[in-house]
């Protein structure tokens, strides 16, 4: 009995030892796993951390993509109202009263938040000719032209675009750095020691902030481009001749243009004849009486000479 229960025993301590060797191996393996998530976090969040801030962007763009459905982690951002874009236009819109429909175009333009920037007319009833230029939100310009191009039939159109997103970007930049270097010339000007160098600190300290107003003078330029687009918009009457429109050949049009070009040349002959003829009034007149009065003079002697002739010869004696 005793060597049975000293075996019980033994087998029982080996199952203890076994048990426990498996939990000690259990544990071990799952501080393994956990380290090893630790560290792959840890990586993950220190790349994320040396990313510069453009690259964070592009991944959380990616992230958000992937989530709704879209590949291409990273791809930019072509949104328009993200980007700076200038638009201009011109049309000709043939009407039937040209002062009726500038009047027209005035009031639209208002109601879009705009205002005419130009406007230029020539009279003349059916052929008269309206020039406005207009000055209308980017956020309305399409809608502005189509109402323009409503008023009568339009003859032409041209609209352009361009992307100035990169120049703006660029001037911004340029512009933060020129006003960090006018700061530290300012600051260099107050630690000035010497005339000479208060001078020369002064002379760069203008031109650098010469250059910084310029380039905020472009920016607001940009901006105001941006922000207002412009439209050139040409009335015309129901007689108006537009430019391309061909011209007419043929005898009777060349012998239309030769009588206007020698009606034309006479009429510049005879304006410049009214011009001089004062002068040669004021002057000619006095002129010719001088030259007449000296001929007179000139030929004087000579009929003296003639008339009276030479002396008669006495006539001869006869001879007894």
């Given at each position: 009995?005793?060597?049975?229960?000293?075996g019980?025993?033994g087998?029982?301590?080996?199952?203890?030892?076994a048990?426990?060797?498996?939990?000690?191996?259990?544990t071990a393996?799952a501080?393994?796993?956990?380290?090893?998530g630790d560290s792959?976090?840890?990586?993950?969040?220190?790349v994320?951390a040396?990313?510069?801030?453009d690259?964070?962007?592009a991944?959380d763009?990616?992230?958000?993509?992937?989530?709704?459905?879209?590949?291409g982690?990273?791809?930019?951002?072509?949104?328009v109202d993200?980007?700076?874009?200038?638009?201009?236009?011109s049309?000709?819109?043939?009407?039937?009263d040209?002062d009726?429909?500038?009047?027209e175009?005035?009031?639209?333009?208002?109601?879009?938040?705009g205002f005419v920037g130009g406007?230029?007319?020539?009279?003349?009833?059916?052929d008269a000719?309206?020039?406005?230029?207009?000055r209308?939100?980017?956020?309305?310009?399409g809608?502005v032209?189509?109402?323009?191009?409503?008023?009568?039939?339009?003859?032409s159109?041209?609209?352009n675009?361009?992307?100035v997103?990169?120049?703006?970007?660029?001037?911004?930049?340029?512009?933060?750095?020129?006003?960090?270097r006018?700061?530290s010339?300012?600051r260099?000007l107050?630690?000035?020691?010497?005339i000479s160098?208060?001078?020369?600190?002064e002379?760069?300290?203008?031109r650098r902030?010469?250059?910084?107003?310029s380039?905020?003078?472009?920016?607001?330029?940009?901006?105001?481009?941006t922000?207002?687009?412009?439209i050139?918009?040409?009335?015309?009457?129901?007689?108006?001749?537009t430019?391309?429109?061909?011209a007419?050949?043929?005898?009777?049009?060349?012998?239309?243009?030769?009588?206007?070009?020698?009606?034309?040349s006479?009429?510049?002959?005879?304006?410049?004849?009214?011009?001089?003829l004062?002068?040669?009034v004021a002057?000619?007149?006095?002129?010719?009486v001088v030259l007449l009065a000296?001929r007179?003079r000139?030929?004087?002697p000579?009929q003296?000479?003639?008339?009276?002739?030479?002396p008669?010869?006495p006539a001869a004696?006869?001879a007894?």
């Amino acid at each position: 009995m005793t060597t049975m229960g000293a075996g019980m025993d033994g087998r029982r301590g080996r199952r203890r030892s076994a048990l426990l060797a498996a939990g000690v191996l259990v544990t071990a393996l799952a501080l393994a796993g956990c380290s090893a998530g630790d560290s792959g976090s840890a990586d993950s969040a220190g790349v994320a951390a040396e990313a510069p801030p453009d690259a964070q962007g592009a991944l959380d763009k990616g992230s958000g993509a992937d989530a709704a459905g879209t590949a291409g982690a990273g791809a930019p951002d072509l949104r328009v109202d993200q980007r700076a874009i200038i638009y201009t236009g011109s049309m000709r819109v043939q009407v039937a009263d040209v002062d009726v429909a500038a009047r027209e175009v005035s009031a639209m333009v208002t109601r879009a938040g705009g205002f005419v920037g130009g406007d230029q007319r020539r009279s003349a009833e059916a052929d008269a000719v309206a020039e406005l230029e207009l000055r209308v939100p980017a956020a309305k310009f399409g809608q502005v032209v189509e109402e323009v191009a409503k008023l009568g039939r339009q003859q032409s159109r041209e609209i352009n675009t361009q992307d100035v997103t990169e120049e703006t970007v660029d001037l911004e930049a340029r512009i933060v750095t020129q006003r960090a270097r006018v700061e530290s010339a300012r600051r260099l000007l107050g630690r000035a020691n010497s005339i000479s160098d208060l001078v020369s600190l002064e002379n760069e300290l203008g031109r650098r902030e010469a250059d910084l107003a310029s380039l905020e003078a472009k920016k607001r330029r940009l901006a105001d481009l941006t922000a207002l687009s412009t439209i050139t918009v040409s009335l015309a009457g129901p007689a108006a001749k537009t430019s391309e429109e061909k011209a007419e050949t043929g005898f009777l049009v060349g012998l239309k243009g030769g009588w206007e070009a020698f009606a034309t040349s006479m009429t510049i002959l005879l304006t410049v004849l009214g011009a001089l003829l004062p002068w040669l009034v004021a002057i000619g007149v006095p002129l010719a009486v001088v030259l007449l009065a000296l001929r007179r003079r000139r030929r004087s002697p000579a009929q003296v000479t003639e008339v009276s002739g030479p002396p008669p010869v006495p006539a001869a004696r006869s001879a007894p």
